[in-house]
């Protein structure tokens, strides 16, 4: 029997052979799209349910609230926001303080125990997940909730969160495309394209446990948003040698982005800042200390090392020590053992203020006007303007 089809021989490369899968799922259309996110949705929903609505997670949401409001953390920390927001009420901190008043007026009726009851818990948790978190807090509450949960409660939430994952696996399969697009833009790169598609996943990912319906766009737009944030990401913690703050190295990209664009040098209100990114050892290749700097001398035999002095500053080094342990000699034994503690005198290692305060049972507080009390006496004692040399030294 003749076979008229030929089937095509399994590739060795496995880039090749993931990307062939890939090409396999075809893209949603609209329609298609939204009934997979309504299950999806309705999945997550129903997992998220069944560790919220315990009295542990509510009362950390509340903490979480509460830590917002006092200006401890920020409200994009907890709640994502719109990929296009139309107005400041359709933001992050709108939403944080509408559940903020939410939780207020649910405390007011019943201070003790606000969040006891199925119908309270219930009523609370849709305005959560209505208003949605961002994956890392709902992951806190989870684990609070795990802590107390007993044997039964912890098999349910398995179980949503089997179903959950069940879910979501063929929109993330249906999405992978926009994953291999995203990645070829930063190729060729410092990371191959591969790896590229690994963090794009993930960014995938994560956009299934944050998406809202409240958004009003469709998920490949949201999603779009996530694997480019994950790739970015990824090239700057991973493509260099030494990691440079992210800020920096997206004024590096953005700089060079310019100078693609130009085709030479960066216009004059560019140049003091492209001077400013590039004079320092950001842009110099990295140097390893047995590299040769001729044919008898390696780079390491000629950085001066600054932890060492030198031979002359050495004895003027232990004089300045002993001046400064005769000078700490005239304080209250109180204020020379914080100045001791706080600064690392005579061997000891640094201390905070609060670790001061807690060695003396007293506040970090006062551990810091009772080193202000030290350096004024110290300033106005005889030495002051012996000590005040040595500062500037």
């Known amino acids: 029997m003749k076979v008229n089809q030929k089937t095509l021989p399994l590739p060795a490369d496995p880039l090749e052979l993931y990307m062939r899968e890939a090409r396999s799922h075809r893209l949603l259309t609209p329609p298609e799209e939204k009934t997979l996110l309504a299950k999806l949705v309705a999945a997550r929903d129903n997992w998220l349910a069944s560790f919220l609505e315990a009295e542990p997670a509510l009362r950390a949401i509340w903490d979480d609230l509460e830590a917002w409001k006092r200006g401890e953390m920020s409200a994009l920390s907890l709640i994502p926001g719109p990929p296009k927001p139309s107005d400041e009420s359709s933001g992050p901190t709108f939403f944080a303080g509408r559940l903020h008043r939410i939780f207020v007026r649910q405390i007011a009726r019943n201070p003790k125990r606000p969040f006891r009851g199925k119908k309270v818990a219930r009523r609370l948790v849709r305005c959560v997940m209505f208003v949605g978190f961002r994956p890392a807090p709902f992951e806190r509450y989870r684990l609070t909730t795990l802590e107390t949960a007993n044997s039964r409660t912890k098999a349910k939430i398995r179980r949503a969160r089997r179903k959950f994952l069940d879910t979501r696996t063929p929109l993330i399969e249906k999405n992978l495309r926009l994953v291999m697009k995203l990645a070829h833009n930063f190729v060729p790169g410092p990371l191959p394209y591969a790896e590229l598609i690994q963090e794009g996943n993930l960014g995938l990912i994560r956009s299934t446990e944050s998406f809202s319906p409240r958004f009003g766009v469709r998920f490949s737009t949201y999603a779009y948003l996530w694997i480019r944030q994950s790739i970015l990401r990824a090239l700057e913690n991973k493509s260099r040698t030494i990691r440079l703050p992210v800020s920096l190295t997206q004024a590096l990209r953005k700089l060079e982005k310019e100078k693609a664009a130009a085709g030479n040098e960066p216009g004059t209100k560019r140049r003091a800042a492209a001077g400013a990114l590039t004079n320092p050892s950001v842009g110099r290749p990295i140097l390893s200390l047995d590299h040769s700097v001729d044919d008898e001398t390696e780079l390491s035999q ?19 020590d002993s001046f400064v342990r005769l000078s700490l000699s005239s304080l209250p034994d109180r204020q020379r053992l914080i100045l001791r503690l706080r600064f690392g005198i005579d061997g000891a290692r640094t201390h905070t203020l609060t670790e001061i305060g807690n060695l003396l049972g007293i506040s970090a507080e006062r551990i810091r006007q009772l080193q202000k009390q030290a350096f004024e006496n110290l300033r106005d004692g005889p030495d002051g303007s012996r000590l005040h040399e040595l500062s500037l030294d």
């Not at 000629?302 to 300045?320: F, N, Y």
């Open 302 to 320: 000629v950085i001066a090392d600054r932890k060492s002095p030198s031979p002359e500053r050495a004895p003027q080094g232990r004089d300045s």
